[in-house]
């Protein structure tokens, strides 16, 4: 597991975290049993909405990509096997985010970004391991009506010279676009890296977690 600690503005502090294979499948209902009462965790629907988190970790809405929240003691949990985990955060908050090519698609980070504006706070953003471009064939009129809309730097090619979608360089340029910047970046691929679950490579129905949670001052 992966672990990153960053302070805040009023004193506490932001904890982020990286699950991987030897951590267990979050999916379990036996993984993380001592800390599981604390989690907050909605359906992810590969969308753009964003679900406010209160203390007690109870959510506003069921379904959601992005988890916002500046309560303590409480844990975001964004679960991956492929797609791109990220914190945003800045002031006294964070949005915990699941950026795969539909939610990106769907303008999630624009939408996770505009929490900070709206706060009038400039947002730092740590990114976890996702598949990166040689690993991530895609079809080519998909692929190529993506590259027309969003641009053409997300067209990339695997190790193998298939097509392939370039997640990482359209994740930095969203977040340059909307004004965040980067912090950290795990440059490690879930699917070249036997340290992690792939459901693109392997159909593992096993997941990750990236878990964000702001511990109180002491």
């Known amino acids: 597991m992966l672990s990153f600690s960053r302070g805040l503005e009023n004193g506490s502090t932001l904890r982020v975290r990286f699950t991987d294979r030897q951590d267990g499948d979050v999916n379990s209902e036996v993984a993380f049993l001592e800390e599981r009462e604390h989690w907050a965790v909605t359906e992810q629907v590969h969308g753009a909405s964003v679900a406010t988190v209160s203390s007690g970790g109870h959510l506003d809405m069921a379904k959601a990509d992005c988890l916002f929240t500046e309560a303590t003691s409480v844990i975001c949990v964004i679960k991956t096997a492929d797609c791109v ?4 955060y800045g002031g006294s908050c964070f949005v915990a985010v699941h950026a795969g090519w539909r939610g990106l698609a769907s303008g999630v980070i624009g939408a996770a970004a505009n929490i900070f504006k709206e706060r009038k706070c400039n947002p730092r953003a740590i990114i976890g391991p996702h598949i990166k471009v040689d690993e991530y064939e895609f079809g080519n009129s998909d692929l190529k009506r993506l590259g027309e809309e969003f641009g053409m730097h997300l067209i990339g090619a695997t190790a193998a010279g298939f097509p392939a979608l370039d ?9 340059e676009k909307s004004g965040v910047q980067v912090d950290h970046n795990v440059d490690r691929c879930t699917s070249a890296d036997e340290r992690y679950f792939s459901y693109r490579k392997n159909g593992d129905i096993g997941r990750m977690a990236m878990l964000t949670e702001i511990e109180p001052r002491p």
Do not use: A, K, N
Not at 85 to 88: A, D, F, G, L
Not at 167 to 175: A, H
């Open 167 to 175: 997640l990482s360089s359209w994740v930095f340029s969203e977040l």
């Open 85 to 88: 985990p990220i914190t945003m």
